[in-house]
């Protein structure tokens, strides 16, 4: 037997040592993220472990997993607490130790392992902790999985069958590496900067990018889980600032920075003006469309109207399907439709074949940027970017809201701008063209602006861009518009950062 986990226990007490805590709002939509400490203990991560290698038996997968954890303090003893709970349902356990969420991925098919479990809390600042996992590569757990894994965990429906068995794949970065890199140096000579934040991705990044041929600066790669200058995360300004500071001082074709746990890729360019990843991602498409005409692309509904608009795009056939937020919505749809990537506001990028396996990952999306960038000699990447239609886009802005009140706020929402669109009523003064629900809402009026709400499927947040394909003003009204709308409910906060 094994007690049920208590939501809430009071710590340095007998029972927050002897009684497994799991706070049910770390279930999130597809991955696991808990405060250590406060909403999970070490025992709570041991039920967590139990829980997934029942839904895995469950599932009717062979119970095999690859585990791997990020670089915070605290981060292995997570795992192996977790490692414990696998045991004890039977699974065999393939640990590779240290890596960044798509090695992890990667040795699902390198060692012929269906499942994985990445302890990470992603770009989440310290303190957080969380687990992706996935029975099906390259796919990770939709909502489905995780609301059939928060039953198992919460209400101890545990299956422990015992027999578990534990190896440890030594030097497994070695092969990461290399099959990433075999493959033809880049012809063109690159400078570039490659930032970590001090980040699991250091330990890693820097080799990969010099064995294509380029010349790294190194920003920040010395592993430091402190995150003592920012937290490592290329969406966040400050980080993206110091890629300028640096790309600036050394004269390099590009700056490349990568997120906590490796997954995702940001990008300043030559002049160091940081391009948001969406319009990265259009930059890709018509550099890979041009290779592959009628290509299909899932955008998520955060990301820029170009996708539609582009008259590249448009010239080479591509198809752009908008979809959820979320790395595992987007890895998923991006599998079903066979689309040739899927690309993501926020830096997760997915190549399907021949670009890559389907699953995200910082590296080759990297690599993807400086083929582009090999394709075209004579560009800087200021000029690739300049050479897109312009539009005025916002950073991804993230108003503050409970977990427990983030959704019904934003069900409100979504009723509001339907309620408008019904009655005719006008947005900024002019009428509602289009609105997608898939996600949240995004509103588009006559001249092409929009605006998103949806919910933070990751953090107690909301979330909100606004684009204008017109001008800077008209994205501003657009987000006075929808924030005017969001500061009628009270639960919603203070926002991280604005335009």
Known sequence: MFPRPKPALVPNTYAYESEPMVKPTGFREYDARWLL?????LMGMQALGMGLGTLIRELG???????????????????????NGLLAAGCKVHDIGLAVTPMAY?????????????????????GWTGVKMGANRPLTFGPDEMTRLKDIVLNAKFDLKG?????????????????????????????????????TAGAFSPQVLE??????????????HTFPKYNPNPEDMEMLHAMRDEVLRTKADVGLGFDGDGDRCGVVDDTGEEIFADKVGVMLARDMSALYPNATFVV??????????DPVLIKNGVKADYWKTGHSYMKRRTHELGALAGFEKSGHYFFNKPFGRGYDDGLVSALAICDMMDRNPG?????????????????????????EKKYGVVEAVVKHFETAKLKGEKVMGQPIRDLVTVNGVRVTVA???????????????????????????????????????????KDVGEYNQTI
């Open 37 to 41: 400490g406060k909403e999970i203990n």
């Open 61 to 83: 997968v062979k119970p095999e997993i690859v585990t791997a954890h990020d670089f915070r303090g605290y981060s292995a003893s997570v795992k192996m607490a977790l490692v």
């Open 106 to 126: 990667f040795a699902q098919f390198d060692l012929d392992v269906s499942c994985v479990a990445m302890v990470t809390a992603s770009h989440n600042d310290n």
């Open 163 to 199: 027999g578990g068995s534990y190896a440890f794949v030594e030097n497994f970065p070695a092969r990461y590496i290399a099959d990433l890199t075999k493959r033809p140096k880049l012809k063109r000579k690159l400078k570039v900067v490659c930032a970590c934040g001090n980040g």
């Open 211 to 224: 064995a294509i041929g380029c010349e790294v600066v190194r920003l920040d790669c010395e592993l430091d």
């Open 300 to 309: 998520d509904v955060k990301s820029t109207g170009l996708y539609v608009t």
């Open 379 to 403: 560009k800087k990447m200021s000029e690739l970017k300049d050479a897109l239609p312009k539009t005025w886009g916002s950073p991804t802005m993230s108003p503050h809201c409970d977990d």
């Open 447 to 489: 001249d092409g602006t929009w605006g998103l709400v949806r919910a933070s499927s990751n953090k107690p947040e909301l979330v909100v861009v606004v684009e204008s394909p017109v001008s800077e003003a008209r994205m501003r009204e657009m987000f006075k518009a929808v924030d005017g709308v969001l500061r009628t409910h």
